[in-house]
């Protein structure tokens, strides 16, 4: 009974699972080179409006470090919100794959701004100090918070004026998407992204991230990052299957709006109880919230804890699955 712990505890999305079966007969060639990983520039071009590039990974880590590794090298640094996953969750994964060092940075609502990468830029042409050559925002915020599409437009501004390329996290990008109700080009390439981390995963996959390539700049290296990262796959159709799935019929977004609006009425049920403090808005598929001492013991007895930090919140997350009925069960453990 860990429902709301993470969006990784669902399991896989159906017609997910029907894409695998299916991809689970005949011969295949391998590393790549079969009619379903053929598709996936094609389908994702059509899903960016404009022509990508597309590596698929096993996980974020290595989704997120292979991008990184694109635009940082040995002498860079990597500018990152000082609460961001690939500083705090990634076990310097990031820095292995590129050699740069991540800087991390201050900002409200777990947000880089401009104000804060203003501090970096003194160093650049500095002998002795590592050289700022990218800038990576998480989407959504590891505390649940969206960038605005002018918040990312801004900074990609100071990128391309500092000649920093734009990397994005998006383990829960379609979580944003369907949040601020955009099209996934406004989101990316069209305010100023270099390379997308396009989780799948939390929403609904098996073990399946792509990193969406916009700069062609990256092309001639990516496919030698991929097998040096270990995520040339020799039977990599089970990856493109999962991909191809997801991004059909728009079952990424369907997924996504479901998990969305699930916690705001898990938010709105729990608003009513005496004793909870929710935050001020809910933009994704994530909250935190705090209960008394008691709640707290009533959740844990269910098994219906999630994630306490050393504040008292309590971290909750719904999934593509979560179902009206998980809501109910866990109210009434809150309210005893």
Known sequence: MAEFVSDNVSGIHPKVMKALQDANTGYRRPYGNDELSDRLNGVFSTLFETEVFVLPCVTGTAANSLALSLMAGPINSICVHERSHVYMDECNAPELFSGARLLPLPGDYSKLNTQSLQTVVSEIGELHSPQPSAISLTQTTETGTIYSLDEIAAIAEFACFYKMKMHMDGA???????????????????????????????NGCLAAEAVVIFNQDFIPEARHRLKRSAQLLSKQ?????????YVEDDLWLNSASHANSQMAKLANRLAEVEGVELPDSIGSNMMFAKFTAEQNQRLEAAGLAGYLFETGHMRLVCSWATHDEEIDRFVAAVTG
């Open 237 to 245: 159709r089970f990856l493109a299957a999962q991909l191809l799935a």
């Open 172 to 202: 829960r990008f379609a979580n944003a998407v369907a949040s601020i109700g955009c099209s996934p080009a406004d989101m990316t390439w069209r305010a100023g992204l270099d390379a997308l981390s396009f989780g799948a995963t939390k």
